[in-house]
């Protein structure tokens, strides 16, 4: 087995500083070493929505057998799943569901993943469904309207910088000084088009990230979703404007870490860039609702009836099931940092949860 760090040192050696996208495409998931690759994460370095409150995905299969209803209720759909983690969340989607037979009887389940280990959790809290597994979405063939999620996906996805230095950008890279990975600027200043328009004339120091598979990806739902129908759902941390932030980072054992210093041991994400994502989906020909805080779409689907519920059922639980609810919604915790943002066909009915509240 080779270990990432071994790996990258490899390709700096062949080639030079290499770009942080690069570095984060091989710790992440390259196909031997790569962190998704050989682990479960989730709960070890990082919990997600799901993992706090069955809640979470409950409403999102409210969400889902809602948009189907109001499609006219397709005999026939996908319902895709990117990056389905410990497949928690598509367990708890499946469970809510039960109340539309309908939906669940028309739907093929198929999950994109890159990673054996988490495949395996995926079949385990999955079992008794029909599952396929995909690498990319495009394997998926496009013959029916397609109901996608992607739950912290995208933030997952290899982002480059752009650092404004003695008045140009610059790509920032990563290089090699014996064993240790250092940042540095490339020589050569980058292709202005890389830099939004009103965002070229930024102060010294300021950063641009852009993720080129985040902007392909984002797009490619929206085509995929205006040609068959259905919907795509995006939730993840980020920001509604293209920022001038720095915001890579690594996360192990709950702790922010240092991003250089354990390729393939260490989580590595950057903030989701909302604009970017929303000017892929147009570009597709996407209708595009939101993005809107978590808390305000969790609030809008009806998490606090459903958690009134549920304390009914489970009264020895009803303090795990509100600090829960809190962690989604509050502005403090999950509520306004992560966003939802939904595409569909413009001629379709407007999607659940995103009208002002
Ligand atoms: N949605 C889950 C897990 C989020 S972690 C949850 O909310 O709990 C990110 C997930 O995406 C993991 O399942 C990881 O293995 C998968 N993943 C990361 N990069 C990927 C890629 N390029 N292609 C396919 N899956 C990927």
Redesign the pocket.
Known sequence: MTDCAAEIRRIIAARGPISIAEFM?VA??DPEAGY??RRN??SGD?I????ISQIFGELIGVFLVQAWEDRGRPGQILLI??????G??MADVLRAARVRPGFLHAAGIHL????PV?RAAQQQALGQHRVSWH??IGEIAPDAPAFIV????F???PVRQFVRSGGAWRERKIALDGNRFYFCLDAAPAPAQMIPHHLRDAPDGAVFEFSG?SHALARELAVRVVRTGGVALIIDYGHVQSGLADTFQAVRAHRFADPLAMPGDA?LTCHVDFAALRAAALEGGAEVSGPVPQGRFLRALGIHARAEMLKRDAIAYAATIDSGVERLVSDAQMGSLFKVMGLSRTADAPLPGFAEC
Do not use: H, K, W
């Not at 997600?48 to 993992?51: D, F, V």
């Not at 992607?150 to 996906?153: I, K, P, T």
């Open positions: 495409a992440l998931t998704y690759v994460p989730i990082f997600t929505a799901p993992e799943e990117m990056g389905p983690g410990r928690t969340l994109v993943e890159v990673s988490l690498s990319s992607a739950n912290e996906f933030d997952a996805l598979p989580d």
